[in-house]
Nanobody, 129 residues
Framework: QLELVESGGGLVQPGGSLRLSCATS????????IGWFRQAPGKEREGVSC????????NFADFVKGRFTISRDNAKNTVYLQMNSLKPEDTAVYYC??????????????????????WGQGTQVTVSS
């Protein structure tokens, strides 16, 4: 079992920044690609960004390209999502999830949520003036 814990959410004004963290105490963290997903009220959950096991491969949804970056520190068992130029439409609960599958590792696709085996509880991000 891989327990993931998100942190770093909060209330921020439009144009502001937040850095989300996804951490685990398990040593096998480096064996998983990590994805960030979000779910706004009344909407389906959607993929935001993904990073491969080594950090070499990254993927971003079109609606965050140029504003969000993703990185990981396997020594600290942590993945970061840096969110800049935040917009009100970025308001959502943000989840991190881990995938052990080679298909996800190869493409860092977030299309199939079922390939992400372990999920955190989520952290709320609210962008409002």
């Amino acid at each position: 079992q891989l327990e993931l814990v998100e942190s770093g959410g909060g209330l921020v004004q439009p144009g502001g920044s937040l850095r989300l963290s996804c951490a685990t105490s398990r040593f096998s963290f480096k064996n998983y690609a990590i994805g960030w997903f979000r779910q706004a009220p009344g909407k389906e959950r959607e993929g935001v960004s993904c990073i491969s096991r080594s950090g070499e491969r990254k993927n971003f949804a079109d609606f965050v390209k140029g504003r969000f970056t993703i990185s990981r520190d396997n020594a600290k068992n942590t993945v970061y999502l840096q969110m800049n130029s935040l917009k009100p439409e970025d308001t959502a609960v943000y989840y991190c999830a881990a995938s052990p599958y080679s298909t996800v590792e190869a493409t860092c696709s977030m299309e199939h949520e079922t390939l992400f085996t372990y999920w955190g509880q989520g952290t709320q991000v609210t962008v409002s003036s």
